[in-house]
């Protein structure tokens, strides 16, 4: 005998939700998790673990999730710094929260590039500075 499956409502399919922010803090200057944070913090979390997580090298994350850096060691200054701008924009653009990627500025230090950004979400806006080594 099978049931009777005619008078069940599907309204959970037919409305999406978006999910909460909250997560578990990293403190990453004591490299320890603890307690919780949502919000703006969150996101500054979640765009600091996509910046420092290589695209395509963690089985554990969707092949849409972090950045492609590692092809930008030992190529010149011309080539890098619009190829940087290019992959900190795909890579955070990917997250749904995410609306604009804007205001990059470079700055070159040996062989360091420092770069600083604008990041628009749906919580706010978040000034970004990350250093990439080359």
Known sequence: MTPNTDNILLTNLETATEQTSRTYYLDVEKNIISNYCDGIEAMKQTIYCILNTERFNHLIYSWNYG????????????????????????????????????DFKFEVNKNKVIVTFK????????????????
């Open 67 to 102: 950045i492609e850096i590692e092809h930008l060691i030992g190529e010149s200054i011309t080539y890098v710094i619009p190829e940087l701008e290019r992959v900190i924009n795909e890579a955070l653009i990917q997250d749904s929260r995410v609306v604009q990627v804007s």
């Open 119 to 134: 990041v628009i979400t749906t919580v706010g806006n978040i000034e970004i500075e990350k250093v990439v080594s080359i």
